[in-house]
């Protein structure tokens, strides 16, 4: 089971762009995240909601942008991004913010910044 | 520091071979839970198993056990009679109290015909 569906599956935008992830789940599920996946290291958590609110922002730099309109969306807005930015970004969700909740995985956006 | 470490970065077998995939972790808390998850090539990451930190049964899955041992911080993931469907990187995770989910680098496994 899936649940979480992230588009667009592919992008690549110019460092000058200006271009949004969105994430939708339709499990009910109570709290939203941003996952980085760059190649050969741990998945980096950027951003977590819970209940349509920002409770974790993990030192993300400004050009990126998280938005979370209602429990079932979540959004990523990208601006003036490097090419270091060139990465998987996974959105995950779970019924609830607590330590031992397991994480729902959509498939990703896979980013090349040129 | 890194709190998950997967030593191994890849490894490959030939179907029908049992394949180990090793897991450390490091915290201070008393409280926590492990995972491990699975990236097939379609990307998205599949939940496969929660340990708590009191809880040090094995466990059996099918083909698919762990050996979670606190005395070495270890809680290592076997695919018995691994079959080409379960090429994929396989994560381990720890989950701490302030909900600090930290993941390893990964393993990457491919099953040969």
């Known amino acids: 089971e899936t649940g979480v569906t992230q588009t667009p599956r592919h992008l690549v935008m110019g460092m000058t762009n200006k271009k949004s992830l969105k994430c939708e789940q339709h499990l009910g599920h109570n709290a939203m995240y941003w996952y980085k996946q760059s190649a050969k290291k741990p998945l980096e958590l950027m951003f977590v909601?819970?209940?349509?609110?920002?409770?974790e922002n993990n030192s993300v730099p400004s050009r990126f942008s998280p938005e979370c309109p209602n429990s079932s969306h979540l959004f990523l807005h990208l601006h003036t991004l490097q090419p270091e930015d060139s990465a998987l970004y996974l959105c995950a969700s779970s019924l609830r913010w607590v330590v031992n909740e397991k994480l729902f995985f959509g498939s990703g956006t896979q980013l090349s910044v040129l | 520091a890194q709190k998950v470490t997967q030593a191994q970065t890849e490894i490959s077998v030939v179907e029908k071979e049992d394949v180990t995939l090793d897991c450390v972790y490091e915290t201070r808390d008393t409280t926590y839970y492990l995972f491990w998850y699975k990236q097939p090539p379609s990307g998205e990451l599949v939940f496969l198993i929660r340990?708590?930190?009191?809880?040090?049964q094995n466990e059996i899955s099918g083909r698919y056990s762990w050996n979670f041992q606190k005395s070495t911080s270890s809680f290592n993931f076997t695919i018995t009679a691994s079959q080409v469907v379960d090429s994929a990187v396989y994560f381990c995770?720890?989950?701490?109290?302030?909900?600090?989910?930290?993941f390893g680098a990964g393993t990457t496994v491919t099953v040969r015909a």
């Open positions: 995770a720890l989950s701490e109290v302030r909900y600090k989910l930290s």
């Open positions: 340990r708590n930190s009191f809880d040090e």
């Open positions: 909601y819970s209940l349509e609110e920002r409770v």
